[in-house]
């Protein structure tokens, strides 16, 4: 394929051409279709057979499915939520913007709707293996999506490196309203509408009043945009809206063909689409999901079902045979189920044939062995299915035998998690960072955690900025300067905060000028983002950190000796849930004088509206 010779529309119809008859060789036995892979998981996604629903008798086949549970195993063992994104310092300078940017993260992900975007991401990695996810830019929002593979057309071996076209159904008034489109295009487009097809050209419905649209995305020459010839060794990242329809309205619509259609074309500074994947496959762009591990064991739970199905039928229904040769030729159990009256001659016997099922146990047993074998290939224990162990079964035997089992979902949550960390540093914190040139002040909700951090760093700072002023006061009234007593101002700060509850007001700075952007410049690569496992043994973790806690309580001064010390924050590190560090910090924190409450009062905390946010 050669751009220099190709029109855009001809680069996307033979891409769809290859990509749905042409196959991958993988290696010597193994050929590889993405567009039939794809195909096979929806159609077994949706209890259909490939080779139709019918035997050659006429008989309807059972789809006995197994894949659903698999995909709801793997999408549970492997789920990841909201809250588990963090963004985490990595020298001393950092803390305050990490601190900050981990905020306005969260702020975006809950106006975003972020959390439904990681079920829909994580439903379809456990189904298809890959999923490819779509960052847009619109009225200043940045949104993310997931693509569904049927509307993808991209190469099979390297997804990142070719061209992404993706292919969407616009009604004429979505296209009219889009002002980025050439109307004069958009209403010759609108006069050959088509109904909505799959890859497969099969119509999806019987609506016309759609139109086929290709989104087209990719490094092509810059001659597609310039029409310049000498701008063909000039590669750009470009962004191209194409149709292409039966009918003519004539050339000057199209570069080309007459019945191509540009509705748009232009520059784009990155690629919108990232693939992503539980567990990486090589030669091929999709990873293997859940259903596909599955194949083999489906078509046999399947052949086995239709045996005893068959087996069943048949011995459900009356049989006779007779050496009555009047009855040769007729259909016999036509004729039981018909409700035939049958007649025979005198002395020609009629008995009833020994039609009876046999040896369904054994066919019931192949079909476990098959059921059987699927689960171990996806790592998928009877416990990670709810079921009881077998009697005397040891506890702690099947809590090993499920921490085994999660130890290959473990994998695929870090994968999921380093694809989370792409997504931060390439799409989101960018956007954020582009949409923080402002001095705006803005409002947080923290946790109990959060709020000790973010005192702990503010306080000190804003003691130290009130006795100065205190000290310049003096001195421009011509006062003999006293240093203040910085234990009542603490005192007075933490009151003041205390009036916000859990809420916090942040502005980026007292220097007017200084924006959030400033704060922020280039630390999508200065922190860590992590992504904390969702899988983890909260039980073992409690247990361990239940143990500490009564140690210490029994006897606080354990903690002096350095060796007990270290042996403890050793523990905490291994837990994963708190650091050393955050004890140290909250230790390090100035604790407020608090004064006896009479009994009849609760101590609450309330969420004020303040008229002042210069905290």
Not at 170 to 189: M, W
Not at 268 to 293: C, F, N, S, W
Not at 299 to 325: C, E, P, R, Y
Not at 505 to 511: A, R, T
Request: glycine share 6%.
């Amino acid at each position: 394929m050669t751009y220099e010779q190709d029109s855009v529309c001809e680069l996307v119809r033979k891409a769809e051409q290859n990509y749905i008859t042409g196959t991958t060789t993988i290696g010597k036995y193994v050929e590889f279709s993405q567009y039939e892979n794809i195909e096979k998981i929806d159609a077994y996604l949706n209890s259909k057979h490939i080779s139709g629903d019918t035997d050659s008798m006429g008989r309807e086949k059972p789809f006995f499915n197994i894949v659903t549970s698999a995909v709801n195993i793997w999408f549970r063992a492997t789920d990841i939520d909201r809250k588990d994104i963090r963004i985490k310092p990595t020298k001393k300078s950092d803390v305050v913007p990490a601190f900050l940017a981990s905020i306005h993260l969260q702020e975006w992900m809950k106006r975003e709707g972020f959390g439904t975007f990681l079920n829909d991401w994580g439903r379809t990695l456990a189904r298809y293996g890959s999923a490819v996810i779509k960052f847009v830019e619109s009225g200043g929002e940045l949104h993310c999506s997931v693509i569904p593979w049927n509307r993808m057309i991209s190469d099979t071996i390297d997804f990142e490196n070719n061209l992404k076209i993706e292919k969407l159904y616009y009604t004429p008034a979505q296209l009219r309203k889009n002002k980025n489109y050439d109307q004069e295009v958009v209403e010759a487009l609108i006069e050959s509408r088509s109904k909505r097809q799959t890859q497969g050209k099969q119509h999806k419905d019987n609506i016309s009043e759609y139109i086929e649209i290709y989104e087209v995305h990719g490094e092509l020459p810059l001659s597609y945009l310039t029409d310049n010839e000498e701008d063909d060794d000039v590669y750009q990242q470009q962004m191209h809206i194409i149709s292409f329809s039966g009918k003519k309205y004539g050339s000057r619509y199209s570069k080309g063909s007459s019945d191509d259609y540009t509705l748009y074309k232009g520059r784009e500074a990155k690629d919108p689409y990232m693939i992503t994947h539980l567990i990486k496959e090589d030669g091929r762009a999709q990873a293997i999901g859940a259903v596909e591990h599955l194949f083999e064991a489906q078509w046999m739970q399947n052949h086995t079902a239709k045996q005893i199905k068959d087996q069943l039928d048949l011995a459900s229904k009356l049989v006779f045979q007779t050496s009555d040769g009047n009855y040769a030729g007729r259909n016999v159990l036509t004729s039981i189920e018909n409700g035939d009256i049958l007649v025979y001659n005198t002395n020609e016997p009629l008995t009833q044939l020994a039609n009876t099922s046999h040896d369904i146990t054994s066919l019931q047993n192949f079909a476990q062995q098959w059921k059987q074998l699927g689960n171990e290939i996806n790592g998928i224990s009877e416990s990670l299915m709810g079921e009881n162990p077998p009697s005397g079964t040891a506890w702690r035997q099947t809590q090993a035998l499920l921490q085994e089992s999660h130890s290959l979902f473990e994998i695929m949550t870090e994968n999921k998690g380093l694809h989370l960390e792409d997504m931060l540093r390439k799409y989101i914190i960018p956007y954020l960072k582009k949409q923080l040139d402002t001095t705006d002040e803005i409002v947080t909700t923290l946790d109990e955690q959060g709020i000790a951090q973010f005192d702990a760093m503010y306080v000190p700072s804003e003691v130290i900025k009130q006795s100065n002023e205190i000290i310049k006061q003096q001195i421009l009234s011509g006062q003999i300067a006293s240093q203040p007593d910085a234990q009542q101002l603490e005192a007075g700060i933490k009151g003041t905060l205390a009036q916000d509850g859990n809420q916090r007001f942040i502005k980026p700075s007292d220097i007017p000028t200084k924006t959030w952007k400033d704060i922020f410049k280039d630390i999508e690569w200065e922190v860590e983002c992590e992504i904390t496992p969702e899988n983890s043994n909260k039980e073992a973790v409690l247990t361990t950190l239940s143990t500490v806690l009564q140690t210490v309580a029994t006897n606080p001064l354990v903690l002096q000796d350095p060796n007990m010390r270290l042996v403890f924050n050793q523990i905490l590190t291994e837990t994963g849930n708190i650091s050393p560090l955050q004890l140290a910090q909250v230790a390090a924190q100035p604790q407020p004088q608090t004064q006896p409450q009479p009994q009849a009062q609760q101590p609450q905390q309330v969420l004020q509206p303040l008229t002042q946010s210069n905290k």
